[in-house]
C-alpha cells in the first residue's frame, strides 16, 4: 500500500543551459514506477517542448545531510536543449500512477541566452539563491540551523508551483482578516513546505513574467548563479536593461560584481523588489564543467564562517551592511532592508494602506498615471507587501532626502514611501530563542556594531522607498522597495502598469 504522501521527486543539472548544451533529470520514483515527465516554458503561454509518458526510473532514498551535500540521484533521462527554444524558465512536471492516484512533483531548469541569440527587452535574473537559501527539501535550509544549501536534489512543495487558494499570498491582503493563519493553513492544507510563501517561483516572477509578455516584451531568463558564472551577459551592451523581481535576497560577490560593473557601465537596473541583495553568500564545489554546486551562507552563525577574521572577511556570509564587509546593498539599489522591514504581515504594520503614499508626482515614472502628491499607488492590490527596503532620509519643506549615512548615493529620488518595521522579540511570527537577539537587534549589531536601545531606535521606523538614482556612468537604477510589486501587475492596476510599462519603454530596448 502506498503512502499517504508517497511521491515521485526529482531535480535538473545543470539548472541552466544554452541550445546544444545538455540537462539531465535526475529522478526517484516510488516503487520504481515510470513516470511520466513533461517540459515546457512558462511565460505568457505554456508550451510544451518534451513529453514522454513512461520515463524508466528507479526508487531513490534522500540520503542523510542531503540540503547540505545533494541527493547524487542518476539520471533518468537527458535532453538536449534544441534551438528554437526561447530563453526563459522551463517547468519539468513528474507525475506518476499510484494505485489509481496520481502524483506530481515539479522541477526547473533556465535557458539563458546564448552569445548568439538576439537578445530581448530585458534581462530578468530569477531569485535562485533565495529559493535555495529556503528549501527545506532533504534537512535544515538556512533558516533552520543549515549553513550550506545544495543546489543538486529537488525543490520543497510550494516552491515551484502553487495551487490557487485563500491565503496563497504570505502578505495580509484583506485587513483585520488574520491573512497570516490563512497562508499557514493554505501551506498545510496543501502540504507545502512551511516556507514556501517566502520564495520560489509562482509568487513573484511569473506574474511579472506572464504580464511583461502578454503586453509584448521579450524578457530573457537566467539564474542568479549565471551573473557571477557568465559576467558577459550584461557585457557589451547586449542589454539596455538589468531586471530584479520578487524577493531576491541572496547575492555573491559574483552577481553584484557583474551587475555594479554593468550599471557603471551606463546599463540601467530595475529592482522590482524587496529584501534585495540583504545577505551575502558563496558559490562553492564547481562541477568540472564549472557550476557551483553549493551555497553557504553563515548568515547569524557568522563567526563560525572560515573567512570570518582572514584575509577573505570581505567574503564573509553576513549581510552586505555588516560593518565587517563594508559593502551596503545601498550602494547597488539605493536602498536596504536594514531601513525597511515588513509591512501587512505578522505584526508588523498590520492595517498599512498596502501602497506608496506619492511625494515627487512630476516624475517620469508617473507619465500617464494622474497621480498627485500625496496620492496612494497600489494599495488595490497591495503592492507594499511582506519585505520592504527603504533608506535614511530626512525632510525639508515636507519633502524627503536621502542623508547618504547608509551608503545611499547623494543624487537618489524618493518618490514614494509606505511604513514599514523590522520584528522584534515581541512582534515576530517565529520568536527567536530567549537566548539569541530579535531580527531588528541582529541588524543594529552588524550596521552599527552594538544592538544598544539607541541603536535599535535608529532603524525602527522603516519604510518602503520606491525611488530612482542615475550613476556616473549613466545608468540609470529604479527600485521599488518592496517584494509585492509584481501582484500589482497580476491584478492588472492601472498605475502599476503604467509605471512598468515607463520603465521597460524609457530603460529597455523598446
Same mark, same amino acid.
Given at each position: %500500500?502506498?503512502?499517504?504522501?508517497?511521491?515521485?521527486?526529482?531535480?535538473?543539472?545543470?539548472?541552466?543551459?544554452?541550445? !546544444? +548544451?545538455?540537462?539531465?533529470?535526475?529522478?526517484?520514483?516510488?516503487?520504481?514506477?515510470?513516470?511520466?515527465?513533461e517540459v515546457a516554458r512558462v511565460g505568457a503561454d505554456r508550451t510544451v517542448v518534451f513529453h514522454d509518458a513512461a520515463v524508466p526510473a528507479g526508487f531513490h532514498e534522500v540520503p542523510s545531510g542531503a540540503s547540505a551535500n545533494g541527493c547524487d540521484w542518476p539520471a533518468a533521462l537527458t535532453l538536449t536543449v534544441a534551438e528554437d527554444w526561447q530563453s526563459g524558465y522551463y517547468e519539468v512536471v513528474f507525475e506518476v500512477d499510484l494505485d489509481g492516484r496520481r502524483r506530481r512533483s515539479h522541477a526547473?531548469?533556465?535557458?539563458?541566452?546564448?552569445? $548568439?541569440?538576439?537578445?530581448?527587452?530585458?534581462?530578468?535574473?530569477?531569485?535562485?539563491?533565495?529559493?535555495?537559501?529556503?528549501?527545506?527539501?532533504?534537512?535544515? &535550509?538556512?533558516?533552520?540551523?543549515?549553513?550550506?544549501?545544495?543546489? /543538486?536534489?529537488? %525543490?520543497?512543495?510550494?516552491?515551484?508551483?502553487?495551487?490557487?487558494?485563500?491565503?496563497? *499570498?504570505?502578505? $495580509?491582503?484583506?485587513t483585520p482578516d488574520p491573512q497570516m493563519a490563512a497562508h499557514v493553513g493554505y501551506l498545510q492544507l496543501n502540504h507545502l513546505s512551511g516556507w514556501a510563501g517566502s520564495a520560489g517561483w509562482p509568487d513573484w516572477e511569473l506574474p511579472f513574467v506572464q504580464w511583461a509578455e502578454r503586453e509584448g516584451y521579450r524578457i530573457d531568463v537566467?539564474?542568479?548563479?549565471?551573473?557571477?558564472?557568465?559576467? +558577459?551577459?550584461?557585457?557589451?551592451?547586449?542589454?539596455?536593461?538589468?531586471? &530584479?523581481?520578487?524577493?531576491?535576497?541572496?547575492? &555573491?560577490?559574483? %552577481?553584484?560584481?557583474?551587475?555594479?560593473?554593468?550599471?557603471?557601465?551606463?546599463?540601467?537596473?530595475?529592482?522590482?523588489?524587496?529584501?534585495?541583495?540583504?545577505? /551575502?553568500? *558563496? %558559490?562553492?564545489?564547481?562541477?568540472?564543467?564549472?557550476?557551483?554546486?553549493?551555497?553557504?551562507?553563515?548568515?547569524g552563525r557568522f563567526k563560525q564562517d572560515p573567512v570570518f577574521g582572514t584575509d577573505r572577511q570581505p567574503e564573509l556570509t553576513s549581510i552586505w551592511s555588516d560593518h565587517l564587509i563594508g559593502r551596503p546593498e545601498n550602494h547597488m539599489t539605493g536602498v536596504s532592508f536594514t531601513r525597511g522591514g515588513?509591512?501587512?504581515?505578522?505584526?508588523?504594520?498590520?492595517? !498599512?494602506?498596502?501602497?506608496?503614499?506619492?511625494?515627487?508626482?512630476?516624475?517620469?515614472?508617473?507619465?500617464?498615471?494622474?497621480?498627485?502628491?500625496? +496620492?496612494?499607488?497600489?494599495?488595490?492590490?497591495?503592492?507594499?507587501?511582506?519585505?520592504?527596503? !527603504?533608506?535614511?532620509? @530626512?525632510?525639508? +519643506? !515636507?519633502l524627503p532626502y536621502p542623508t547618504g549615512?547608509?551608503?545611499?548615493?547623494?543624487?537618489?529620488?524618493?518618490?514614494?514611501?509606505?511604513?514599514?518595521?523590522?520584528?522584534?522579540?515581541?512582534?515576530? @511570527?517565529?520568536?527567536?530563542?530567549?537566548?539569541?537577539?530579535?531580527?531588528?537587534?541582529?541588524?543594529?549589531?552588524?550596521?552599527?556594531?552594538?544592538?544598544?536601545p539607541a541603536d535599535v531606535e535608529r532603524i525602527a521606523h522603516g519604510h518602503a522607498v520606491l525611488g530612482t538614482y542615475v550613476s556616473p556612468g549613466g545608468g540609470t537604477v529604479v527600485t521599488s522597495g518592496s517584494t509585492d510589486w509584481a501582484h500589482g501587475l497580476a491584478a492588472r492596476g492601472p498605475d502599476v502598469e503604467r509605471i512598468t510599462h515607463n520603465i521597460l519603454r524609457r530603460l529597455g530596448a523598446r
Open positions: %500500500m502506498a503512502g499517504k504522501f508517497e511521491t515521485v521527486s526529482g531535480y535538473c543539472w545543470p539548472q541552466s543551459a544554452v541550445a !546544444g +548544451d545538455t540537462v539531465a533529470l535526475h529522478l526517484s520514483s516510488p516503487r520504481g514506477l515510470p513516470v511520466a515527465v526547473f531548469f533556465v535557458v539563458r541566452p546564448a552569445p $548568439t541569440h538576439t537578445p530581448g527587452d530585458a534581462l530578468l535574473a530569477l531569485s535562485t539563491n533565495t529559493w535555495y537559501a529556503y528549501n527545506d527539501f532533504g534537512g535544515p &535550509s538556512l533558516y533552520t540551523g543549515g549553513t550550506q544549501s545544495a543546489l /543538486q536534489r529537488p %525543490m520543497a512543495p510550494g516552491f515551484l508551483y502553487k495551487p490557487p487558494g485563500h491565503g496563497r *499570498r504570505v502578505t $495580509t491582503v484583506h537566467v539564474t542568479n548563479a549565471d551573473l557571477e558564472d557568465h559576467p +558577459d551577459l550584461l557585457a557589451g551592451g547586449r542589454y539596455p536593461l538589468y531586471l &530584479s523581481v520578487g524577493h531576491d535576497e541572496y547575492w &555573491s560577490a559574483g %552577481m553584484r560584481d557583474t551587475v555594479e560593473a554593468f550599471i557603471a557601465r551606463g546599463g540601467h537596473a530595475a529592482f522590482l523588489s524587496g529584501n534585495t541583495a540583504f545577505w /551575502q553568500v *558563496r %558559490m562553492e564545489d564547481r562541477t568540472p564543467e564549472g557550476p557551483a554546486t553549493t551555497m553557504v551562507g553563515y548568515k515588513y509591512h501587512r504581515i505578522g505584526k508588523r504594520v498590520t492595517r !498599512g494602506a498596502g501602497g506608496y503614499t506619492v511625494h515627487r508626482a512630476g516624475h517620469w515614472l508617473f507619465d500617464g498615471t494622474d497621480l498627485g502628491y500625496g +496620492d496612494v499607488l497600489g494599495a488595490d492590490a497591495v503592492v507594499v507587501g511582506y519585505e520592504c527596503d !527603504g533608506c535614511a532620509f @530626512t525632510t525639508r +519643506d !515636507g549615512e547608509d551608503g545611499t548615493p547623494a543624487n537618489f529620488e524618493i518618490l514614494a514611501t509606505a511604513p514599514a518595521a523590522h520584528f522584534t522579540r515581541t512582534t515576530a @511570527t517565529r520568536p527567536p530563542a530567549p537566548n539569541e537577539p530579535s531580527e531588528i537587534e541582529f541588524i543594529a549589531s552588524r550596521v552599527f556594531g552594538s544592538h544598544e
